[in-house]
């Protein structure tokens, strides 16, 4: 297995971070693995990862919705999951399960072990990829005999922008 790509940039966006930059590369995305895959990225599709994408929060199935039918769509709760599940399968979107919610998958391209940051304060969810801490764990699980089928790490806590003090 080749080693994972080491980020560079901080995980969590800091001043002048261009959101809009964020939305516009993971849908594109989306559209090249979609295409690549013989996969339909439809427009709800779409629409949903573009909501997931919307903030670096993480975002619960019913708040989509609700953005949904603000968006004049006559949506219903198993259309959003439908479509979550299709992001989901295809490694677009991360689902955390301690605030049962969702979030853009950083690096779609490839299965890897989810590993994230979560601030306390702001919300904001951070994927990181740690190839030592996939690699420690998935050692622990074989040691004791355990085959792990989910391999997300949630670690919470304060992210810098929310350990500084604020200014005044």
Not at 80 to 102: C, K, M, P, T, W
Not at 118 to 143: Q, W, Y
Request: with cysteine; glycine share 10%; charged share 25%.
């Amino acid at each position: 297995m080749a080693a994972l790509k080491r980020r560079r940039t901080p995980p969590f966006p800091g001043r002048g971070h261009d959101h809009a930059r964020c939305v516009d590369v993971a849908l594109g995305e989306a559209t090249r693995l979609c295409a690549r895959d013989g996969q339909r990225l439809t427009p709800l599709r779409r629409r949903v990862l573009e909501l997931v994408w919307g903030s670096h929060q993480p975002v619960g199935a019913y708040a989509i919705l609700d953005r949904l039918k603000q968006d004049g769509r006559a949506a219903a709760p198993p259309t959003v999951y439908r479509a979550l599940d299709f992001l989901l399968a295809r490694g677009l979107i991360h689902r955390i399960a301690s605030l049962n919610a969702f979030v853009g998958c950083a690096r779609p391209d490839g299965s890897h072990p989810a590993q994230f940051l979560i601030c306390r304060r702001c919300g904001t969810a951070a994927e990181i990829d740690d190839p030592r801490l996939a690699a420690a764990i998935g050692r622990s699980a074989t040691e004791s005999g355990f085959a792990v089928d989910a391999p997300i790490v949630e670690l919470r806590g304060l992210c810098a922008g929310c350990r500084r003090p604020a200014a005044g």
